[in-house]
């Protein structure tokens, strides 16, 4: 079951929705009443890839605001989101070796949440920064969105590096709140109110820090992986097959794994490339969709990431691209094959 939108307007991922619902009754909101004041069907929340109105997702947040009287609802929403998104990160983390490996894989926001905006790096002289550019004009006064994907940012990029990541400057595009308690707890940065452009701004330095998994093997399954796509004794020891798995692993999230990608990537040539897979009885499209189902399965496995996190893990733009190619491969859906 899906809910097309309005025309023009947008949507968003029902599914999204969840985590700030309980959190709004976690802060003693009902539910119902919340619901139905923004005009949001609750039933939607339970199917897989709903989509609703960009302008119920939006009343929904006033109503956050008002149904709880918290007007830190939106820090917390962050916090809530990096939880529930954190092994999607986190298997991003494990495939990718520095900060700067990981920020090129990592998914977009319209990919996980819909048509509301985009986190877009920002490069300045002295350090870069991770703008939030929303399609709708910011709001006058204090929002809950910006302060919900700020939150989520900041736990995102200080959550899977060896050393800490956090900001030194904190933009925020709304007037300054009364009370600046729960801002500075969640950044830990100065902040500069009334900004024309919402970001959160890092030192240059920091994209080489280590992922975590450098050091601890978190999540670090590649050897494991890697041997089930190359047959013969060369498989466990053939420095060359591993590095090619690894590589489309890391490229695959961001959508753009082809054999010129991954060639540039392995630092040789298109032409070696292709010379090496020959010689290893396949050719890179063979490669990839094996390489590709075989992660879906495994990932399916995994019932802590949802439809959505594994489609944007294989570089799928959409759910329903990767439910196509997975049923090419299995006869199943994602669904089904998750069912048995």
Request: charged letters at 20%.
């Given at each position: 079951?899906?809910v097309?939108d309005?025309p023009?307007e947008g949507?968003v991922y029902?599914r999204?929705l969840?985590?700030?619902?309980d959190l709004?009754?976690?802060l003693?909101?009902?539910?119902?009443?919340?619901?139905?004041?923004?005009?949001l069907?609750t039933?939607?929340?339970?199917?897989p890839?709903a989509l609703l109105?960009?302008?119920?997702?939006y009343?929904l947040?006033?109503?956050?605001l008002?149904h709880?009287?918290?007007?830190?609802?939106?820090?917390l929403?962050?916090?809530?989101?990096?939880m529930?998104?954190?092994?999607l990160?986190l298997y991003?983390?494990?495939?990718?070796?520095?900060?700067?490996?990981?920020?090129?894989m990592v998914p977009?926001?319209?990919?996980i949440l819909?048509d509301?905006?985009?986190i877009r790096?920002a490069?300045?002289?002295d350090?870069?920064?991770?703008?939030?550019?929303?399609?709708?004009p910011p709001?006058?006064?204090?929002?809950v969105?910006t302060?919900?994907?700020?939150?989520?940012?900041?736990?995102q990029?200080d959550?899977?590096?060896?050393?800490?990541v956090?900001?030194?400057?904190v933009?925020?595009?709304?007037p300054?709140?009364?009370n600046l308690d729960?801002l500075?707890?969640?950044f830990?940065?100065?902040?500069?109110f009334?900004?024309?452009?919402?970001?959160?701004?890092?030192?240059w330095?920091?994209l080489d820090?280590?992922q975590?998994?450098v050091s601890?093997?978190?999540?670090?399954?590649?050897?494991e992986?890697?041997?089930?796509f190359f047959?013969?004794?060369?498989?466990?020891?053939?420095?060359f097959?591993?590095?090619l798995?690894?590589a489309i692993?890391?490229?695959?999230?961001?959508?753009?794994c082809s054999i010129d990608?991954?060639a540039?990537?392995?630092s040789?040539?298109?032409?070696?490339l292709?010379?090496?897979l020959?010689?290893r009885d396949?050719?890179?499209?063979q490669l990839?969709?094996?390489v590709?189902s075989?992660?879906?399965r495994?990932?399916?496995?995994?019932?802590?990431l949802s439809?959505?996190e594994?489609?944007l893990l294989?570089?799928?733009?959409?759910p329903?691209?990767?439910?196509?190619?997975?049923k090419?491969?299995?006869?199943?859906?994602?669904?089904e094959?998750?069912?048995?």
């Amino acid at each position: 079951m899906e809910v097309r939108d309005i025309p023009g307007e947008g949507a968003v991922y029902a599914r999204a929705l969840n985590g700030p619902m309980d959190l709004a009754a976690a802060l003693g909101a009902d539910s119902e009443m919340l619901a139905a004041d923004a005009g949001l069907d609750t039933s939607l929340l339970t199917v897989p890839d709903a989509l609703l109105p960009v302008s119920t997702y939006y009343r929904l947040q006033e109503q956050f605001l008002q149904h709880t009287g918290n007007p830190d609802f939106g820090l917390l929403s962050g916090r809530v989101s990096h939880m529930e998104n954190a092994h999607l990160f986190l298997y991003l983390a494990s495939a990718s070796q520095t900060l700067r490996d990981w920020l090129n894989m990592v998914p977009t926001v319209a990919s996980i949440l819909g048509d509301v905006g985009s986190i877009r790096i920002a490069r300045y002289r002295d350090d870069f920064a991770l703008e939030w550019h929303p399609l709708r004009p910011p709001d006058p006064e204090r929002c809950v969105v910006t302060d919900s994907l700020l939150s989520a940012a900041a736990l995102q990029m200080d959550g899977y590096c060896l050393l800490p990541v956090r900001p030194h400057r904190v933009d925020l595009s709304y007037p300054r709140p009364e009370n600046l308690d729960m801002l500075r707890a969640t950044f830990g940065a100065p902040l500069y109110f009334d900004q024309a452009v919402s970001g959160l701004h890092y030192d240059w330095k920091m994209l080489d820090n280590p992922q975590v998994h450098v050091s601890t093997r978190f999540y670090d399954t590649v050897a494991e992986e890697f041997s089930a796509f190359f047959s013969g004794d060369a498989s466990g020891t053939d420095p060359f097959s591993l590095s090619l798995h690894t590589a489309i692993r890391r490229l695959l999230p961001a959508g753009g794994c082809s054999i010129d990608s991954i060639a540039a990537d392995m630092s040789v040539s298109r032409r070696t490339l292709q010379r090496r897979l020959k010689d290893r009885d396949t050719n890179f499209q063979q490669l990839l969709q094996r390489v590709k189902s075989t992660l879906a399965r495994k990932y399916l496995e995994d019932k802590s990431l949802s439809i959505i996190e594994i489609a944007l893990l294989l570089g799928y733009g959409d759910p329903s691209s990767f439910s196509a190619a997975f049923k090419s491969w299995t006869g199943l859906t994602p669904t089904e094959f998750r069912r048995q």
